[in-house]
């Protein structure tokens, strides 16, 4: 292995440390914090007909490829993707062709390896042109698998299974996603809460609270199971099973005909708005498909939600003349 001033070492053991790191960007504290500093890594005892992988400078996807490499001894080359994973990055431009080059000639891999072969994520694959790479810098790309973890099998043939190449979106993946959603809506949820319990009450309170939390946390959950293949079409199915309860027991205390209809238009919109969160951490959605279904619903669920609140407002204001 040639020496290079520019190499870094680091382990595919874990720290408390690292964990914890973990912990709190899954809740989403300082979420730009989360990174680790580009460049070359060793990993191991590597030589000059290692492997070089591929990554991203946010923690998880640094961690997750150097733990599932125990016992292999490589090169991790690491993108500056400003601290966002590979697949998102590599949506925004940043885990790319460009970035790629420079961080090929700034630690003069050439040098350090004898090979002149990169193993990328397979879900960084739309922000690199894979030929350009080659020409400008020598080095083929090679897409490893989709999961970090399926890396050490990959390397026994270097070619990746129908199962590696799969792209699956299960409970455990969903469940990830709450606590950072939950995080950016307590301020906000617990703002409108409070001047909702002093306008309307506190059913229309509640109402509310049950909206967010079915959007931000329930809807993840049932996502597969929600017909129809739109999220907004899915989110609006939640959200009236949300308000249902809630416009039932606003006729039974007898508020008004009114309030019924109140809730199953203010509350839905709520729940499908917030499912549109969750395009971009799903397999199951393009960009275009995004933006089309954006300018299909968007004005409707402003629509639905102003008309139930002016609605809400009118049957208080009415309730408190009589």
């Not at 590597?46 to 492997?51: F, K, M």
């Not at 907004?232 to 508020?255: H, N, Y």
């Not at 299909?296 to 609605?311: D, E, N, P, S, T």
Request: with cysteine; charged share 15%; net charge positive.
């Amino acid at each position: 292995m040639n020496a290079t001033p520019d190499l870094m070492y680091t382990s595919s053991a874990l720290t408390f440390a690292d964990h914890w790191d973990h912990i709190l960007a899954r809740w989403g504290y300082r979420r730009g914090d989360h990174r680790v500093t580009p460049g070359l890594y060793a990993l191991g005892q590597p030589t000059a007909e290692s492997p070089v992988f591929v990554t991203a400078n946010y923690t998880l996807s640094f961690d997750a490829v150097r733990s599932a490499l125990a016992g292999v001894d490589g090169y991790i080359l690491v993108l500056d993707t400003m601290g966002v994973n590979v697949w998102c990055a590599a949506g925004k431009g940043t885990f790319g062709t460009d970035e790629i080059v420079q961080r090929v000639e700034v630690a003069h891999l050439a040098d350090v390896v004898s090979h002149r072969t990169l193993i990328l994520p397979q879900l960084g694959a739309p922000g690199v042109v894979a030929h350009e790479v080659k020409q400008r810098t020598g080095f083929k790309v090679e897409y490893g698998p989709v999961r970090a973890a399926d890396l050490p099998e990959y390397l026994q043939t270097h070619q990746a299974t129908p199962e590696m190449r799969q792209v699956r979106f299960p409970l455990r993946d969903r469940l990830v996603l709450i606590p950072v959603e939950l995080v950016h809506l307590v301020k906000p949820t617990a703002l409108a809460a409070v001047v909702l319990a002093v306008l309307l009450g506190p059913l229309a309170a509640t109402g509310a609270v049950a909206a967010v939390l079915a959007g931000a946390a329930l809807f993840p959950i049932l996502l597969p199971w929600l017909p129809t293949e739109e999220f907004s079409s899915k989110g609006f199915i939640l959200g009236g099973l949300t308000a249902l309860p809630f416009a039932l027991a606003s006729r039974k205390r007898d508020e008004g005909r009114g309030w019924p209809l109140a809730y199953l238009l203010s509350l839905p919109p709520v729940t499908a708005f917030l499912a549109l969160n969750f395009t971009g951490a799903t397999p199951f959605t393009s960009k275009t498909g995004v933006k089309r279904e954006m300018f299909r619903y968007i004005r409707v669920m402003a629509g639905m939600f102003g008309a139930g609140v002016l609605l809400a407002l009118v049957l208080r204001l009415t309730r408190r003349t009589k």
